[in-house]
Protein backbone atom coordinates (compact mmCIF):
# COMPACT_ATOMS: atom_id res chain seq x y z
CA UNK A 1 0.00 0.00 0.00
CA UNK A 2 1.48 3.81 -0.96
CA UNK A 3 1.92 6.26 1.94
CA UNK A 4 -0.98 8.36 0.60
CA UNK A 5 -3.04 5.81 0.38
CA UNK A 6 -1.73 4.34 3.86
CA UNK A 7 -2.33 7.89 5.38
CA UNK A 8 -5.93 8.29 3.76
CA UNK A 9 -6.78 5.18 5.49
CA UNK A 10 -5.62 5.46 8.96
CA UNK A 11 -7.49 9.14 8.73
CA UNK A 12 -10.31 7.25 7.72
CA UNK A 13 -10.31 5.19 10.42
CA UNK A 14 -9.30 7.81 12.81
CA UNK A 15 -12.75 9.67 12.04
CA UNK A 16 -14.75 6.40 11.97
CA UNK A 17 -13.58 5.46 15.85
CA UNK A 18 -14.05 9.06 16.82
CA UNK A 19 -17.61 8.88 15.56
CA UNK A 20 -18.12 5.67 17.78
CA UNK A 21 -16.66 6.99 21.18
CA UNK A 22 -18.60 10.64 20.81
CA UNK A 23 -21.87 8.89 19.94
CA UNK A 24 -21.59 5.98 22.60
CA UNK A 25 -20.61 8.80 25.14
CA UNK A 26 -23.62 11.09 23.87
CA UNK A 27 -26.06 8.17 24.65
CA UNK A 28 -24.20 7.11 28.06
CA UNK A 29 -25.23 8.50 31.18
CA UNK A 30 -22.07 10.12 32.87
CA UNK A 31 -21.75 10.57 36.78
CA UNK A 32 -23.38 13.94 36.74
CA UNK A 33 -19.96 15.88 37.62
CA UNK A 34 -18.90 18.91 35.88
CA UNK A 35 -15.98 16.60 33.33
CA UNK A 36 -18.29 16.47 30.34
CA UNK A 37 -16.75 18.77 28.45
CA UNK A 38 -13.56 17.25 29.21
CA UNK A 39 -14.45 13.44 29.07
CA UNK A 40 -15.90 14.46 25.53
CA UNK A 41 -12.66 16.69 24.21
CA UNK A 42 -10.85 12.67 25.78
CA UNK A 43 -12.75 10.96 23.86
CA UNK A 44 -12.20 12.93 20.39
CA UNK A 45 -8.92 12.75 21.32
CA UNK A 46 -8.93 9.33 22.05
CA UNK A 47 -9.99 8.22 18.19
CA UNK A 48 -8.27 11.00 16.46
CA UNK A 49 -5.08 9.89 17.51
CA UNK A 50 -5.52 6.52 15.57
CA UNK A 51 -4.46 8.94 12.39
CA UNK A 52 -1.37 8.21 13.52
CA UNK A 53 -0.64 5.25 14.42
CA UNK A 54 1.44 4.00 11.59
CA UNK A 55 3.94 6.92 11.62
CA UNK A 56 4.19 6.97 15.32
CA UNK A 57 2.47 3.49 16.96
CA UNK A 58 4.01 3.68 20.46
CA UNK A 59 3.26 7.82 21.33
CA UNK A 60 -0.36 6.82 19.73
CA UNK A 61 -0.62 4.03 22.43
CA UNK A 62 0.42 5.66 25.10
CA UNK A 63 -2.20 8.65 24.26
CA UNK A 64 -5.26 6.41 23.33
CA UNK A 65 -4.06 4.68 26.65
CA UNK A 66 -4.42 8.02 28.83
CA UNK A 67 -7.20 9.44 27.06
CA UNK A 68 -9.85 5.91 28.03
CA UNK A 69 -8.46 6.30 31.17
CA UNK A 70 -9.34 10.07 31.85
CA UNK A 71 -12.79 9.84 29.49
CA UNK A 72 -13.31 7.10 32.07
CA UNK A 73 -12.15 9.17 35.54
CA UNK A 74 -14.72 11.83 33.93
CA UNK A 75 -17.63 8.97 34.02
CA UNK A 76 -17.83 8.12 30.71
CA UNK A 77 -18.75 4.43 30.93
CA UNK A 78 -17.07 3.77 27.12
CA UNK A 79 -15.05 0.97 26.14
CA UNK A 80 -11.66 1.88 25.08
CA UNK A 81 -12.08 1.08 21.19
CA UNK A 82 -9.25 3.80 20.35
CA UNK A 83 -6.56 1.60 22.47
CA UNK A 84 -7.24 -1.50 20.97
CA UNK A 85 -6.62 -0.26 17.01
CA UNK A 86 -3.44 1.25 18.92
CA UNK A 87 -2.27 -2.07 20.01
CA UNK A 88 -2.66 -3.76 16.75
CA UNK A 89 -0.57 -0.79 15.39
CA UNK A 90 2.05 -1.68 18.11
CA UNK A 91 2.13 -4.91 17.52
CA UNK A 92 2.48 -5.15 14.08
CA UNK A 93 5.23 -2.66 14.41
CA UNK A 94 7.60 -4.91 16.56
CA UNK A 95 7.04 -3.19 20.01
CA UNK A 96 5.61 -6.38 21.68
CA UNK A 97 7.02 -5.52 25.16
CA UNK A 98 5.78 -1.74 25.49
CA UNK A 99 2.62 -3.02 24.41
CA UNK A 100 2.39 -5.37 26.89
CA UNK A 101 3.89 -3.03 29.47
CA UNK A 102 1.15 -0.30 28.55
CA UNK A 103 -1.48 -3.17 28.78
CA UNK A 104 -0.84 -4.54 31.90
CA UNK A 105 -1.02 -0.47 33.34
CA UNK A 106 -4.10 -0.04 31.39
CA UNK A 107 -5.76 -3.12 33.59
CA UNK A 108 -4.60 -1.59 36.66
CA UNK A 109 -5.50 2.19 36.30
CA UNK A 110 -9.28 1.36 34.72
CA UNK A 111 -11.06 0.32 37.98
CA UNK A 112 -8.93 2.82 39.80
CA UNK A 113 -10.41 5.65 37.57
CA UNK A 114 -13.82 4.44 37.21
CA UNK A 115 -13.74 4.69 41.20
CA UNK A 116 -12.56 8.43 40.93
CA UNK A 117 -15.85 9.22 38.21
CA UNK A 118 -17.85 9.01 41.79
CA UNK A 119 -18.27 4.79 41.56
CA UNK A 120 -17.88 3.79 45.74
CA UNK A 121 -18.25 0.01 45.27
CA UNK A 122 -14.87 -1.71 44.17
CA UNK A 123 -16.63 -4.43 42.58
CA UNK A 124 -18.98 -2.31 40.35
CA UNK A 125 -15.63 -0.40 39.49
CA UNK A 126 -13.67 -3.49 38.44
CA UNK A 127 -16.65 -4.54 36.64
CA UNK A 128 -17.19 -1.01 34.63
CA UNK A 129 -13.28 -1.42 33.85
CA UNK A 130 -13.81 -5.15 32.55
CA UNK A 131 -16.44 -3.47 30.21
CA UNK A 132 -14.24 -0.99 28.92
CA UNK A 133 -11.58 -2.96 28.18
CA UNK A 134 -12.20 -6.92 28.04
CA UNK A 135 -8.51 -8.79 28.05
CA UNK A 136 -10.27 -11.38 25.05
CA UNK A 137 -10.50 -8.21 22.87
CA UNK A 138 -6.96 -7.10 24.12
CA UNK A 139 -5.07 -10.68 23.34
CA UNK A 140 -7.26 -10.64 20.17
CA UNK A 141 -6.03 -6.97 19.05
CA UNK A 142 -2.54 -7.78 20.24
CA UNK A 143 -2.56 -11.28 18.08
CA UNK A 144 -3.98 -9.79 15.03
CA UNK A 145 -0.86 -7.12 14.85
CA UNK A 146 1.48 -10.41 15.32
CA UNK A 147 -0.14 -12.52 13.05
CA UNK A 148 0.34 -9.45 10.25
CA UNK A 149 3.35 -8.12 11.17
CA UNK A 150 4.82 -12.46 10.82
CA UNK A 151 2.62 -12.46 7.41
CA UNK A 152 4.60 -8.99 5.68
CA UNK A 153 8.15 -10.74 7.15
CA UNK A 154 7.67 -13.61 5.21
CA UNK A 155 6.57 -11.67 1.99
CA UNK A 156 9.49 -9.38 2.67
CA UNK A 157 11.68 -12.43 2.75
CA UNK A 158 10.22 -14.15 -0.10
CA UNK A 159 10.60 -11.06 -2.16
CA UNK A 160 14.19 -10.54 -1.14
CA UNK A 161 14.98 -14.46 -1.74
CA UNK A 162 13.43 -14.01 -5.36
CA UNK A 163 16.06 -10.82 -5.90
CA UNK A 164 19.11 -12.94 -4.90
CA UNK A 165 18.02 -15.93 -7.06
CA UNK A 166 17.46 -13.85 -9.75
CA UNK A 167 20.99 -11.96 -9.03
CA UNK A 168 22.82 -15.21 -8.72
CA UNK A 169 20.65 -16.13 -11.85
CA UNK A 170 21.95 -13.43 -13.94
CA UNK A 171 25.37 -13.77 -12.66
CA UNK A 172 26.14 -17.41 -13.25
CA UNK A 173 24.99 -16.49 -16.91
CA UNK A 174 27.27 -13.69 -17.21
CA UNK A 175 30.28 -15.66 -15.83
CA UNK A 176 28.97 -18.68 -18.77
CA UNK A 177 28.78 -16.14 -21.64
CA UNK A 178 31.89 -14.75 -19.92
CA UNK A 179 33.56 -18.37 -20.94
CA UNK A 180 32.54 -18.98 -23.99
CA UNK A 181 33.86 -15.81 -24.86
CA UNK A 182 37.26 -16.47 -23.59
CA UNK A 183 37.34 -19.73 -25.34
CA UNK A 184 36.20 -18.38 -28.72
CA UNK A 185 38.72 -14.81 -28.67
CA UNK A 186 41.79 -17.33 -27.41
CA UNK A 187 40.87 -19.84 -30.10
CA UNK A 188 40.83 -17.75 -32.82
CA UNK A 189 43.78 -15.35 -31.54
CA UNK A 190 45.70 -18.31 -31.12
CA UNK A 191 45.20 -19.60 -34.85
CA UNK A 192 45.97 -15.91 -36.26
CA UNK A 193 49.10 -15.53 -33.89
CA UNK A 194 50.76 -19.34 -34.98
CA UNK A 195 49.67 -18.60 -38.40
CA UNK A 196 51.62 -15.27 -38.74
CA UNK A 197 54.72 -16.96 -36.67
CA UNK A 198 54.64 -19.96 -39.30
CA UNK A 199 54.73 -17.12 -42.11
CA UNK A 200 57.61 -15.09 -40.35
CA UNK A 201 59.46 -18.25 -40.05
CA UNK A 202 58.96 -19.31 -43.16
CA UNK A 203 60.33 -15.77 -44.62
CA UNK A 204 63.15 -15.95 -42.69
CA UNK A 205 64.11 -19.71 -43.94
CA UNK A 206 63.93 -18.48 -47.33
CA UNK A 207 65.94 -15.24 -46.88
CA UNK A 208 63.06 -13.10 -47.73
CA UNK A 209 62.09 -9.82 -45.68
CA UNK A 210 59.48 -10.29 -43.61
CA UNK A 211 57.09 -7.48 -44.16
CA UNK A 212 56.35 -5.03 -41.36
CA UNK A 213 52.37 -5.88 -41.17
CA UNK A 214 53.08 -9.67 -40.52
CA UNK A 215 55.57 -8.61 -37.84
CA UNK A 216 52.45 -5.94 -36.32
CA UNK A 217 50.08 -8.95 -36.65
CA UNK A 218 52.49 -11.50 -34.63
CA UNK A 219 53.51 -9.28 -31.77
CA UNK A 220 49.80 -7.91 -31.83
CA UNK A 221 48.25 -11.64 -31.55
CA UNK A 222 50.87 -12.62 -28.40
CA UNK A 223 50.01 -9.25 -26.46
CA UNK A 224 46.42 -10.25 -27.15
CA UNK A 225 46.78 -14.07 -25.96
CA UNK A 226 48.63 -12.48 -22.74
CA UNK A 227 46.20 -10.12 -22.04
CA UNK A 228 43.62 -12.25 -22.69
CA UNK A 229 44.97 -14.95 -20.06
CA UNK A 230 46.08 -11.92 -17.46
CA UNK A 231 42.72 -10.53 -18.10
CA UNK A 232 40.70 -13.26 -18.08
CA UNK A 233 42.53 -15.56 -15.22
CA UNK A 234 40.00 -15.85 -13.05
CA UNK A 235 37.43 -17.58 -15.05
CA UNK A 236 39.34 -20.70 -14.69
CA UNK A 237 39.88 -20.23 -11.29
CA UNK A 238 38.22 -23.57 -9.28
CA UNK A 239 38.42 -25.19 -6.02
CA UNK A 240 42.02 -26.44 -6.40
CA UNK A 241 43.33 -23.03 -7.65
CA UNK A 242 43.35 -20.45 -4.57
CA UNK A 243 41.97 -17.34 -6.28
CA UNK A 244 44.45 -14.44 -7.52
CA UNK A 245 44.87 -11.28 -4.17
CA UNK A 246 46.56 -8.63 -2.46
CA UNK A 247 50.02 -11.49 -2.09
CA UNK A 248 50.25 -11.34 -6.12
CA UNK A 249 50.27 -7.62 -6.84
CA UNK A 250 54.07 -7.94 -6.67
CA UNK A 251 53.89 -10.40 -9.97
CA UNK A 252 51.50 -7.55 -11.67
CA UNK A 253 54.42 -4.95 -10.49
CA UNK A 254 57.07 -7.41 -12.02
CA UNK A 255 54.88 -8.29 -15.36
CA UNK A 256 54.91 -4.63 -16.29
CA UNK A 257 58.20 -4.06 -15.62
CA UNK A 258 59.00 -6.71 -17.94
CA UNK A 259 57.24 -4.70 -20.84
CA UNK A 260 59.47 -2.15 -19.99
CA UNK A 261 57.59 -0.12 -18.07
CA UNK A 262 59.21 1.71 -14.71
CA UNK A 263 56.46 0.41 -12.39
CA UNK A 264 56.86 0.71 -8.31
CA UNK A 265 54.93 -0.88 -5.30
CA UNK A 266 54.77 0.07 -1.96
CA UNK A 267 52.75 -1.44 0.62
CA UNK A 268 52.41 -0.32 4.08
CA UNK A 269 50.22 -2.02 7.25
CA UNK A 270 49.65 -5.33 8.12
CA UNK A 271 48.29 -7.37 4.65
CA UNK A 272 48.17 -11.00 6.48
CA UNK A 273 44.36 -10.01 7.76
CA UNK A 274 42.64 -8.49 4.82
CA UNK A 275 39.32 -10.37 3.95
CA UNK A 276 39.93 -12.62 0.65
CA UNK A 277 37.08 -10.31 -1.33
CA UNK A 278 38.97 -7.42 -0.91
CA UNK A 279 42.22 -8.93 -1.46
CA UNK A 280 40.79 -9.73 -4.83
CA UNK A 281 39.42 -6.98 -5.57
CA UNK A 282 42.58 -4.99 -5.05
CA UNK A 283 44.13 -7.05 -7.40
CA UNK A 284 41.88 -7.05 -10.22
CA UNK A 285 42.04 -3.28 -9.35
CA UNK A 286 45.87 -2.88 -10.26
CA UNK A 287 45.60 -5.58 -12.74
CA UNK A 288 43.66 -3.60 -14.76
CA UNK A 289 45.24 0.26 -14.16
CA UNK A 290 48.94 -1.22 -15.39
CA UNK A 291 47.02 -3.28 -18.56
CA UNK A 292 45.68 0.14 -19.10
CA UNK A 293 48.54 1.83 -18.54
CA UNK A 294 50.57 -0.28 -20.90
CA UNK A 295 47.87 -0.38 -23.49
CA UNK A 296 46.72 3.33 -23.53
CA UNK A 297 48.44 5.71 -21.33
CA UNK A 298 52.11 5.68 -23.19
CA UNK A 299 53.81 6.22 -19.49
CA UNK A 300 57.02 5.13 -18.66
CA UNK A 301 56.55 5.06 -15.36
CA UNK A 302 53.87 3.93 -12.75
CA UNK A 303 53.18 3.70 -9.26
CA UNK A 304 50.99 1.37 -6.84
CA UNK A 305 50.43 2.46 -3.85
CA UNK A 306 48.45 0.16 -1.14
CA UNK A 307 47.77 1.65 2.49
CA UNK A 308 46.55 -1.29 4.75
CA UNK A 309 44.36 1.03 7.28
CA UNK A 310 42.90 -0.73 11.05
CA UNK A 311 39.56 -0.23 9.08
CA UNK A 312 39.92 0.29 5.31
CA UNK A 313 42.23 -0.47 2.53
CA UNK A 314 43.25 2.48 0.49
CA UNK A 315 44.75 1.41 -3.28
CA UNK A 316 46.36 4.22 -5.32
CA UNK A 317 48.01 4.14 -9.16
CA UNK A 318 49.38 6.79 -10.35
CA UNK A 319 51.22 6.95 -14.37
CA UNK A 320 52.88 10.02 -16.17
CA UNK A 321 51.22 8.98 -19.59
CA UNK A 322 49.93 11.38 -21.90
CA UNK A 323 46.31 12.10 -19.87
CA UNK A 324 45.84 15.97 -19.34
CA UNK A 325 43.73 17.82 -16.43
CA UNK A 326 41.09 18.70 -19.59
CA UNK A 327 40.93 14.68 -20.66
CA UNK A 328 37.88 13.51 -19.83
CA UNK A 329 38.04 9.65 -18.69
CA UNK A 330 36.45 7.04 -21.25
CA UNK A 331 34.37 4.85 -18.88
CA UNK A 332 35.68 1.68 -20.44
CA UNK A 333 34.31 -1.79 -19.77
CA UNK A 334 37.18 -1.97 -17.59
CA UNK A 335 36.44 0.96 -15.45
CA UNK A 336 33.00 -0.13 -15.41
CA UNK A 337 34.12 -3.42 -13.69
CA UNK A 338 36.24 -1.81 -11.50
CA UNK A 339 33.70 0.51 -9.89
CA UNK A 340 31.13 -2.30 -9.88
CA UNK A 341 33.63 -4.04 -7.95
CA UNK A 342 34.52 -1.14 -5.43
CA UNK A 343 30.83 -0.34 -4.98
CA UNK A 344 29.80 -3.89 -4.16
CA UNK A 345 32.27 -3.87 -0.73
CA UNK A 346 30.85 -0.87 -0.05
CA UNK A 347 34.05 1.14 -0.81
CA UNK A 348 34.81 4.29 -3.05
CA UNK A 349 36.85 4.67 -6.25
CA UNK A 350 37.93 7.95 -8.13
CA UNK A 351 39.81 7.65 -11.60
CA UNK A 352 40.71 10.54 -13.14
CA UNK A 353 43.48 12.72 -15.07
CA UNK A 354 45.87 14.13 -12.64
CA UNK A 355 46.65 17.96 -12.63
CA UNK A 356 50.24 17.19 -13.24
CA UNK A 357 49.33 15.35 -16.21
CA UNK A 358 49.36 11.42 -16.57
CA UNK A 359 46.27 9.25 -14.84
CA UNK A 360 45.30 8.10 -11.36
CA UNK A 361 43.25 5.40 -10.17
CA UNK A 362 41.80 5.83 -6.29
CA UNK A 363 40.18 3.65 -4.49
CA UNK A 364 39.06 3.00 -1.03
CA UNK A 365 37.47 -0.07 0.26
CA UNK A 366 36.25 -0.84 3.96
CA UNK A 367 38.14 -3.45 5.95
CA UNK A 368 36.64 -5.71 8.69
CA UNK A 369 39.22 -7.57 10.23
CA UNK A 370 36.83 -9.87 12.29
CA UNK A 371 35.13 -11.52 9.78
Known amino acids: MSTGRAGVVDCAIAACVTAVLLVTGLSGQSSGTDLGPLGYALLAAGGLALAARRRAPVPVLIVTG ?4 GYQAAGFDVPAVAYLFAV ?3 VRAGHRVITVAASVTMLAALPLAALASGLHDTGEAFAQARGA ?3 AWLVAAGAAG ?3 RQAERRAEEAERTREETARRRADEERLHIARELHDSLTHQISIIKVQAEVAVHVARRRGEQVPEAL ?3 QAAGREATRELRATLQALRDDDTTPPRGLDHVPELVERARAIGLDATLTIEGQTHDVPAAVGRTVY ?8 NVARHAAAATASVRIDCRPDALAIRIDDDGKAGPDTAPVPGVGLLGMRERVTALGG ?3 AEPRDEGGFTVQAELPVDRTS
Open 215 to 217: LAI
Open 66 to 69: LCAV
Open 88 to 90: YAA
Open 133 to 135: LEI
Open 348 to 350: RLR
Open 284 to 291: RIVQESLT
Open 146 to 148: EAL
